[in-house]
């Protein structure tokens, strides 16, 4: 392919192939971006390819460059997201009492002063049962309870966090 042929080229097919890529990318800085990657191909394979078969030499490289495209760019999604969520872990629990007054607070009055009964302040089953007019049995079923609410709370990040 001679000079005035790969012009011819650009002439003729540079709006239908930004036409096909930019439909898929749906971004024109891209898509010019991927057609000017293709006419530069081109050029760099214009002794290689034939007049006749530039059409379709072009369209199969921007098809590939497309392609090649929208890969990094997932992939640079991909390692933004991961970044996002690195932030996340690196953040440090300053406030462990606040989050843990607001799991207790989201507990009923009875859960709440069994599990302060218990954890805090050490009384036994029997101890909290006469305090709480409550059975020993009773007060197992309902501490066992308050602490399935406190752990559903405390495992969930966006209430730590």
């Known amino acids: ?76 999604t991909l390692v933004e997201q991961f970044k996002e969520e690195e932030k996340i872990s690196d953040h440090k629990i300053n406030n462990a009492k606040e989050v843990i007054a607001q799991a207790l607070a989201k507990l009923s009055e009875v859960q709440r002063s069994l599990v302060m009964l218990k954890d805090y302040e050490g009384y036994s089953y029997e101890e909290i049962g006469e305090i709480m007019n409550l059975n020993p049995s009773q007060v197992k079923v309902y501490l066992h309870r308050a602490r399935i609410h406190l752990k559903n709370y405390l495992v969930k990040i966006e209430n730590v966090i």
């Open 1 to 76: 392919m001679t000079e005035k042929e790969y012009n011819k080229c650009v002439d003729l097919y540079s709006d239908n192939l930004f036409r096909f890529i930019v439909k898929n990318l749906e971004n024109a800085e891209d898509a010019r971006d991927v057609v000017q990657n293709s006419f530069e191909i081109l050029w760099k394979h214009c002794q290689d390819v034939p007049f006749e078969k530039a059409k379709s030499y072009l369209f199969t490289v921007g098809y590939h460059n497309m392609i090649d495209h929208v890969r990094k760019v997932k992939r640079i």
